[in-house]
């Protein structure tokens, strides 16, 4: 079976090579300076190892301003372009605008139409649930597109079961934060845990949002902690991605790779493809709504 794997880390550009603002070049990423053996810049934003690709793409999408979650999200997801549907870059959530499109055209419900097996890898906490209950829809555009297309959200049982990922990774937050009783469990443990979720369908989606966090100067307490562990997951993924698995890691706008602000950026967004299709993918992919199709036409 063919499996897709989408690893969608909000925030997260190319940068300036400079080590005062980037923190890319200020600590030592594997991901980088191992596999692809140098880190990315705005002066080389394309870099290439075996069949693993890495690439800019688009995320100001011909609008003015600062691109933003909700319709940075929106694009990826629904294959649309958001921000000139909206009339301008929005967010944290998706703009009443896109909602019925998201609905119609989310990538987990055009899976579905084909017969396919879909899995939104994270799990979430008691509160979100009560939250959904409370009948106040103020969602991200992942949990959003799950609701919307009869996706199941994985809970906090699923977490413990070994079938579901937290969107720290390593339930880090949901220790501290949360009070689950949880184990700690290492970044290489997670990345197997999402392989194999991975392996049992056709289309799985993980997402991390700390990037964006860290990205606005929040949270900077677990800010090389929490890096460290998003790299050694990743390094993971990319070293034992399976033969039929395609990889596609991307984000929706640029953020943490220039920490000398606390807003978002206009730098491309960093996109990796490995595995199955990546060369392929790392040509047809330039802007964040081409991300949906070129993963769907895999499938025709």
Known sequence: MHSTLLIFIDGVGIGQNDPAVNPFFRNKFKIFSEYFIETPHLKKQKLTTGNSFLFPVDANLGVGGLPQSGTGQVSIFAGINAPKIAGYHFGPYPHSKTVSQLKEKNIFVEFKRRGLNVCFANAYPKIFFDYIKSGRKRLSATSLSCLL???KLK?????????ALGADINNFRWIDKLNY???LIKPQTAANRLLRLASANHFTLYEYFLTDHFGHGRNPEIMEYSLNILDEFLLHILKN?????TLIICSDHGNLEDVSVKTHTRNPALTITSGRNA????????KLYHIKKAILDMYE
């Open 149 to 151: 297309s009869g996706v």
């Open 155 to 163: 809970t906090p049982s699923d977490l413990w079961k070994g079938i």
């Open 279 to 286: 060369e392929e993918l790392s040509r047809k992919i330039k």
């Open 241 to 245: 991605l399976r033969k039929d698995t």
């Open 181 to 183: 009783n949880l184990p």
